[in-house]
């Protein structure tokens, strides 16, 4: 089973803002046993959350839908609205998400960041999430909560889009109570300096046909020079295996071979 990610807003479809959430929700997905099958990002339409929160909710092989951002107090931020209709669920106000927001609102008084501590509309907007939610999540760092919700199977969490918000709820209530306990799958990569990736198609070619188990990837950095051959499976004898082949080519072409722990490569 494969988890998803539903990235929302219109700042990343235009450039202004980097999908580092994604990036980094991937990573954690990947060691905790719960690897992506997508990332998707949708514009702030309410049609269009939607219509991909079905999809991803439909997918048969999709066990748990990560959906990131809209979920502040601006009329831009439609996020809970979109999944009420997506759910066929009504808005509700969640009385504890209500209390925390007036508490912090007066915490912010208290140290003259604002003038008044009463509830505007704005601030009720992030109270009012779909009915039936299986947790609602506390946000230490910021205000708008974020949500889980049990769905014939399938997990939906909802998290604000704001890094160190989404890092935290993740880090502090996601991880622990509904990720903890999965298998990740066994990576083993070498990396080869001033390499020609084209001379590695015979034995990527025959690795998808004896190891269909492993999946292979080559990933040249023009920045390092460095060209990385990764490996990732279920199998560790199989993925070890693949590893070997892979090294014994890449000696009999003459490169000195580097093996490492997998790690991000900018291509």
């Known amino acids: 089973m494969a988890a998803t990610i539903i990235a929302i807003g219109d700042e990343l ?3 202004y803002t980097l999908d580092s959430n994604s ?36 997918d048969p ?5 990560f959906c990131s951002g809209g979920l502040g107090p601006t009329p831009d931020d439609r ?17 504890s998400v209500r209390e925390r927001i007036e508490r912090r609102l007066e915490r912010m008084k208290e140290a003259g960041l604002v003038a008044e501590a009463e509830l505007n509309e704005g601030h009720l907007r992030m109270a009012r999430i779909p009915a039936g939610a299986t947790a609602v ?71 998808e046909e004896t190891h269909p188990e492993v999946a292979v990837g080559s990933y040249p950095n023009f920045d390092s020079k460095e060209l990385v ?24 072409l003459g490169y000195p071979v580097r093996q490492s722990a997998a790690g991000t490569v900018g291509c």
Request: proline fraction near 5%; glycine fraction near 8%.
């Open 13 to 15: 479809l235009a450039g």
């Open 23 to 58: 990036n980094w929700m991937a990573q954690r997905l990947r060691r905790l046993g719960h690897p992506l099958k997508r990332v998707t990002q949708v514009r702030d339409r309410e049609a269009e959350i939607v219509e991909q929160v079905r999809r991803d909710l439909a």
């Open 61 to 65: 092989e999709v066990s748990e839908v």
């Open 79 to 95: 996020t809970f609205a979109a999944l009420a209709s997506a759910l066929g669920r009504e808005l509700v106000e969640e009385e």
């Open 137 to 207: 999540l506390r946000n230490r760092v910021g205000t708008a909560p974020g949500a889980v919700y049990e769905l014939e199977g399938t997990r939906l969490f909802v998290l604000p889009g704001v890094p160190p918000e989404l890092k935290d709820i993740f880090s502090e209530e996601v991880e622990p109570r509904y990720l903890a306990g999965g298998s990740a799958a066994t990576v083993r990569e070498i990396r080869l300096q001033f390499a020609v990736e084209g001379r590695f198609y015979p034995v990527l070619k025959e690795l």
């Open 229 to 252: 051959l990764r490996c990732t499976g279920a199998d560790p004898v199989r993925v070890a295996d693949a590893i070997a082949i892979l090294t014994r080519f890449a000696e009999s």
